[in-house]
C-alpha cells in the first residue's frame, strides 16, 4: 500500500492522537504556570474511578473517626457516671485514652492519599477495635456494647484491605464469644451493668448466637458492598478507556481527512525538477508541499519543495534550508534516505519514495501493537535518532505519524523543526516547536532540548504503542502542553492490564520529568523495554523504576498503588 505525504511527514497518514507540530508563542502559552487547570474531559491524565473510590473510603475514614472520637468520649463519660466493678472501669478507661489516640493518628493518615496507603494505617483501625472489646465486660455481654462493634465491623468491611477487615471481625466477635462464654458458664464473675441471670443459660446461648450471627453478617454485607463498588468501578473504567480511544480516533479520522483535502494537483504537478517529473501533489503543510515524481528512468522518489506562501517568510526558508542539510547529513538504514538537495529553482529535497504505512495509520487500524512489534519499532527508531545524534543533531518532532514502517524497516521522517545540539537556535527562539503530545518537559516549558528530549518522545511513542493511549493529551494545546509540565500520566499496566509490571518501571524511567532521570541512550532503552516485557528486567533499572513510582511518577491507581511497589 502506498502512503501519502505532506510537508512534515513525507508519506503523512493520519494524526493518532498527537495533533499536527506546534510551533507556539512562549508568550502566549506559558506551560510553566501551575495555576492553569487542566479543562474537563476525556485523558489520559484524568483521575481513575478507582482514585475516587479512594478518595471516598478517605472521606469515610474521616467521618468513622470523628464517629469514634464521640463515641468513646460518651463512653468514657457514662463509665464514670455509673456504677460500675473498679477493675472493668479502669480497663474502660484505659481503652477511651488508647482510643483517642488511635483516632487522632488514623485522622493525620486521611489528609494524604500516600500516607493512607501506608501499611502501618491499619493500627489506626486495629487498636480501636481492641480498645472497643474492653466495654463488654463492664456493660455486659447482652449491653448495647455489641452495637458499637457492629459499627467498628462494617467501616473496616467497607474497606480495601481485606485481611484488616477480617482480623477486626474477629477480634470483636471473637472478644463477645469468649467473654460470653466464661460468663454462661460461670467460670468469671458477670460483673456487667447489665446481667443476664434471669435469663436460662439455654436462652443465653441463644441469644449469643445470635448476636454472632449478626456480627458475621455485618462483615458479608460489607465486603459484598466493597466487591459491588469495585465491579462497577471496573466498568467504568473500561468504558472510559473505550471512550477515550474512540475519541482519539476520531481525532485521526479528522486529520486524516484534513489532509486528503490538501492533496491532488499541486502548482508543480506536470513540471521537471533536477531530472524528475513531478506528478500529484501528496501532501501539503504550513512550509513545503510533497509531490511524487518518477525519473525518466523509473525510479519513483518523492519531493518535498517550498511552499510559495514560506517564499516570502525568511525564516521559513532558512528552517526549510536547514532540513535539507539536517537531512543529508544523516546516514542510517532508519533515517529516510535523501537522495539530492537543492536550491533552484526553489529549495527542494528529493527523497526515496516509501512504501508501507507510518506508525499513526498502523495505530489507527488497530488499538495498540504486539509486544515484538514495540521492541521492533523502539530497537529501529532508536537507531535512528543514535544516528541523528552523532551526526548533532536533535528531531525534536518525534511522533506516530513521523515512523514509517517501509518494507519492514521503521525509518524515521521529518525533520523540519531539527536543530543541532548545543546551537544557538534564533529561528524557534521565543516559541515552543513539536507535537504537545509527545514533547518532554523541558520541550514544551521552552527550556534546552537536546539528545535526552528525543529520548523522552521515543518512550511517549513507547507508551502509546502499547496502551493505545499517549501519556498526555487533551482538548487545546495550552492544556496538554500544561499536562506535560506538571501532572503524571496514568500506570500502563492500568491501561493495558496484559503487560507486565516491569513495564511500569521502564516507561517511569524513560518518561521521567527530570533529563538526568532517563535512559543514557536510545539503546539503553530499547534494551530494558525488551526485557521488562519479558519480566526480565534488571534489579538495578528495577530498583531505579520504584524509585520513580515511589516519587510519584504515575497518575496511580489508588488500589494497585502500593501492592505493586512491594511486589518486587
Known sequence: MSGRHDEDTLLKPSLPLSGPTATIDTKTIDPKRPSMPPSSGTSTTVGSPLEALERDEMLRTRRFCAIAFVIALAGGISVMVLPGDPTPTLLVLSGVAT???????????????????????????????????????????FSPAAVVLVLGIYFTGLGKNTKLAFAVYIVCAGAQLVTAALVISGTTRDTGLVKIMPLSQRDQIIVQALVQFVLLATLVTARMSRRTALVAVGELERAVRVAAHREALLLEAREELERALRSGRGRFTGQTLSGYELGTMIGRGAMGEVYEAVHPTGGRVAVKVLSQASLSNPNHVLRFLRELRTAAGIESPHVVRVIEVGEAPVPYLIMERLEGQTLGEILRNKRALTTSEVTALITQIGAGITAAAAAGIVHRDL????????????KVLDFGVARAIDSGDTLTAGHVVGTPSYMAPEQASGGTVDHCTDLYALAAIAYRALTGHPPF??????????????????????????????????????????????????????????????????????????????NGAWHDNPRAATSRLRMR
Request: charged letters at 20%; one cysteine or more.
Open 399 to 410: 511522533k506516530p505519524q513521523n515512523l514509517f514502517q517501509h518494507r519492514g524497516i521503521w
Open 99 to 141: 482510643s483517642w489516640v488511635s483516632v487522632a493518628f488514623l485522622m493525620t493518615r486521611t489528609r494524604n492519599p500516600l500516607e493512607f496507603r501506608r501499611p502501618s494505617t491499619v493500627l489506626g483501625w486495629f487498636v480501636p477495635a481492641l480498645c472497643v472489646t474492653t466495654a463488654i465486660p463492664f456493660f455486659g455481654v
Open 473 to 550: 493529551a487533551g482538548g487545546e494545546i495550552a492544556e496538554t502542553l500544561y499536562r506535560v509540565v506538571h501532572t503524571r500520566p496514568r500506570r500502563p499496566t492500568e491501561l493495558a492490564p496484559n503487560l507486565h509490571a516491569d513495564v511500569d518501571l521502564v516507561l517511569a524511567i524513560g518518561l521521567a520529568k527530570r533529563p538526568t532521570e532517563r535512559f543514557p541512550a536510545a539503546a539503553d532503552l530499547a534494551a530494558a523495554l525488551a526485557d521488562a516485557l519479558d519480566g526480565k528486567l534488571s534489579p538495578n533499572l528495577r530498583s531505579q523504576g520504584q524509585a520513580l513510582v515511589r
